[in-house]
């Protein structure tokens, strides 16, 4: 007999509210508002009688900033993920360390850099001292983590931390998500030929059963977090580091003693291999005196300033040269400049918090086509573009 769940209609709706943010206009939200009340009803009846069924996932190859195989998931499905997290959010934000950055409010990429570039000055006080920076990547992440000890610690933690009377439910959840296979009938919207680029060991079509997390989940963000942060806790406390952060898998320490830092090594390394099957790429491991920076983030992270990757200056070139392609052929309509002020902002997004000034200005007043200077204007230190005539 199926297991009969307590769940209020009104999680179910503040889910959905959550999960259309920012996606409204994606067809998959569109298909499901198209009867959305009897939608969401439905998905809330089989919730609480155990009768939830994952759908099949779209697969899909992006090229940049590297080539990166991307499950989506259908957007019902992103519902029930924003209704597990909704749950459990709270939880892990009392469980993480104030330095692990992905998928965390006020934490994102470019706090993590500005507290690297803290660990350095405080650490080297402010140039006086020689210090070190050591940076580590685990080899294959996403594809490495055992879904056995991800779910096996998620339940010791729910058991012991959550108070709430759908622990039951939220275990449930956490068990259909972890174990469903995102492989299995999946959609393919990339050309087949593009999985030529992705390597073996990247890709979950060649994971061993019970190991791998789909790149693209908001669940998989979080999860891998939350599969880290036994490991945070041993690096902070057990072996006593100080200036350590984290963003997914690219971790950063800044130390006092070389010798120090040598040692850790080994000592991160058996933990990892022994608690979570990880294991530390061997050739990623950067150990260098802090005045020679450190690439995390895309970014160079130096102790007084910070420089953008130049992969993201080749980037953002590629795209106004897209851009002045279309203006080359026709005149832009409202919609292509609007897309050209939505890209090229993004970028400026980006690079206006590092050392960029001189380089974003040339790239917008030299090699964006003069007409599309005759639609739009730059704003500030070339820190925006807008429609000419307006803010």
């Not at 409204?24 to 009803?41: C, M, P, T, Y």
């Not at 996403?142 to 729910?158: E, N, T």
């Not at 990339?190 to 908001?218: A, C, M, R, V």
Request: net charge positive; with cysteine; hydrophobic share 35%.
């Amino acid at each position: 007999m199926a297991v009969v769940y307590d769940v209020p209609l009104e999680d179910v709706f503040a889910a959905y509210y959550e999960c259309r943010k920012h996606k409204r206009n994606k067809s998959g939200a569109l298909q499901f508002e198209v009867d959305l009340e009897s939608n969401l009803i439905q998905l809330w009846q089989d919730l609480r009688a155990s009768q939830y069924e994952l759908e099949p996932s779209s697969v899909f190859i992006v090229e940049k900033p590297k080539p990166r195989e991307v499950f989506a998931a259908s957007f019902r499905d992103r519902i029930v993920h924003h209704l597990l997290l909704m749950y459990l959010n709270p939880l892990f934000e009392r469980y993480f360390i104030y330095d692990s950055y992905s998928c965390r409010t006020g934490k994102g990429t470019h706090f993590g850099i500005t507290r690297v570039q803290h660990f350095i000055r405080s650490c080297s006080q402010n140039g006086k001292r020689r210090c070190w920076i050591l940076k580590i990547d685990i080899q294959s992440f996403f594809m490495s983590i055992s879904k056995a000890i991800l779910y096996r610690r998620l339940c010791d933690f729910i058991e012991a931390r959550y108070t709430a009377e759908n622990k039951a439910f939220v275990l449930y959840l956490c068990k259909k998500i972890i174990f469903n296979n995102p492989t299995d009938k999946c959609i393919f919207k990339s050309p087949t030929e593009k999985w030529k680029l992705i390597p073996k060991e990247k890709s979950l079509f060649f994971t061993k059963d019970g190991y791998g997390l789909p790149i693209g989940n908001f669940t998989s963000q979080v999860f891998a977090n939350f599969y880290l942060s036994p490991f945070d806790h041993f690096v902070k406390h057990e072996c006593g580091v100080r200036y350590y952060g984290r963003y997914v898998d690219d971790c950063v320490i800044v130390g006092e003693s070389h010798s120090f830092l040598k040692r850790v090594v080994p000592k991160m390394q058996n933990f990892l291999e022994s608690e979570s099957e990880l294991h530390v790429h061997p050739k990623k491991l950067y150990l260098q005196l802090y005045h020679k920076g450190v690439r995390f983030l895309g970014v160079f992270v130096k102790p007084s300033y910070c420089v953008s990757n130049p992969r993201t200056f080749r980037n953002f070139e590629q795209s106004i040269k897209k851009f002045n392609t279309i203006a080359e052929n026709h005149k832009p309509t409202k919609e292509e400049r609007t897309s050209l002020i939505s890209s090229v902002n993004s970028y400026l997004g980006i690079l206006r918090h590092y050392k960029s000034y001189h380089l974003r200005n040339s790239v917008l007043t030299e090699k964006l086509s003069p007409m599309w200077l005759r639609q739009v204007a730059i704003f500030g230190k070339a820190e925006k573009l807008s429609v000419r005539g307006k803010r």
